[in-house]
């Protein structure tokens, strides 16, 4: 026990040290003797505090093959023992582990040691890894220049201190936006782990999905979440990490259209200055709905019918807004990207057939309607928007394996006859492309309900319009409107009725 506090002392005095390769059999010496005297709870504090002062003595000198050693000391200490480990929970030791695995560490096991070692301190003791991080640079740059073993633990090291303490400054502007390296990396538990990584990150900092959708963090999902990797244990750790990540991305995707939807209905009551201040902060919650909607792995496991409907009203207040800023629409802006990815999103919502099956019963009370305000829009691009997903919704109806029920199906082709049919008649007159899209939709709707068609046509001046388009584009007999026209006008005399109310124009 006395020789344990002398060498104690001296290495806590010590500048210098001339044993040759002595201090490896000191240490040996020491492990062994509290391995030894596991239950002398006073005797194996003075061990470890001999101990600790070696680690720190050897921290800051170069021998290599020692400091391989003091680190797995160090780790396994911090692994088993608690409060006897409190002499190794340092800055110092910090500082000389940090600096073994940048910068004095010559091979892979020495620095993931270091690393390892670095691990265990900042579960039990969060202000000592904060301390470190304040003495130290930490970059994303350093992803790339690991090898798979020691990224995995730097990796490990970065979850900690995300979890442990408050760096956003570290993880928004340096971690962050290099994720990707991480995403893409070839080794499948690095990747596991980068997903857990990004599990605890968005966990802290919410506002991070915004960098991460930026560092193809959804693309990567997509493609691991498809995967079976040979190596069970592997494959099991990362559809672990994938599930986690899963159950937060829906919390959050909620987080985000709520932000919106307040965030729109706030909106349309400011004034023009502060609307533009508005519509940059909106944008990337709108990026990161387009890019989810999107993405059919990921949205067949986060969007649920509350969400969809939640959705229709965000694109409600879109058109409201921008119809009120309208100057802001004529150019670009963040206004118009905003309404880019409104479109993107509900091309999206219409197109994905799962999603279409799952929100069937609220086609009729609030996808149509939302698609009637966006009809009479005195913005184009709404108009465009409801004529794509207007003829979308047409073609399902065509397909023999129809996600729709039979009567839904009858109560959309009525709808589309008696709201929009009846309306669209001064859509063909309009700028390209929505004289195009428009004859596409009659057309299509002619097929399928041709002899209610005849009824409702009689009602406008569809014919009288197509006749128009045809006389003011007849030097263009080649191009899409024209073709369009010709087109819409052959399925419509395939009923004598219809060639009798042509003639009459």
Sequence with gaps: MKAARVLGIIFAKAKECTIQNGLTEILVSLTEAMRANAKE?????YLLQATGEIMVFIGIRDDFSIHHAACKIIENLFFISDKQSEKFA???????????????ANNEHMRSSALAALCHMGLSYG????????????KGDMFQTSTPKVLQYFVTLLAILAKKTKNRVLFIQDILPKMNILYENTHVLTRAKAYTLTNIILTTYNESIFILAEAKLFQAYERDVRRTFPEKDENDLIHDSLNRLTTLLSTLFGTVIDELLSGTEQTSARKPSPVK??????????????????????????????????????????????????????SSSSLTEIISCVSLTLDS???????????????????????????????????????????ELLNELQTNDCVLTKNLQLNIRNELLQAFLIQVDRLLLKEEPIPVITLHFIQTLVNLEQIQCLDYIKKTKIIQNMFSLITQHKEKTIGALIQSTISCFNTMSEKANMIQIMIEN
């Design 127 to 138: 202000d000592v890894l904060q301390a470190l991080v304040d003495k130290v640079t930490i």
């Design 41 to 45: 709870t006073k005797f194996k504090l």
């Design 277 to 330: 201040d508005s519509f940059k902060r909106l944008l990337p919650y709108f990026r990161v709905l387009s890019i989810v909607i999107g993405n059919s792995c990921i949205r067949s496991r986060i969007v649920n019918l509350t969400s969809i409907k939640k959705l229709f009203k965000l694109m409600t207040n879109v058109k409201m807004i921008a119809e009120l800023n309208i100057e802001l629409t004529k």
């Design 349 to 391: 919502l219409v197109r994905a057939r799962e999603l279409l099956n799952l929100f069937n019963e609220i086609i009729i009370t609030d996808l149509l309607p939302l698609l009637n305000t966006y009809l009479s829009s005195t913005i184009n691009d709404f108009i465009v928007l409801s004529l794509c997903v207007l003829n």
């Design 90 to 104: 340092t800055t110092e030791v910090a500082l000389s582990l940090w600096t073994i695995y940048n910068t004095v």
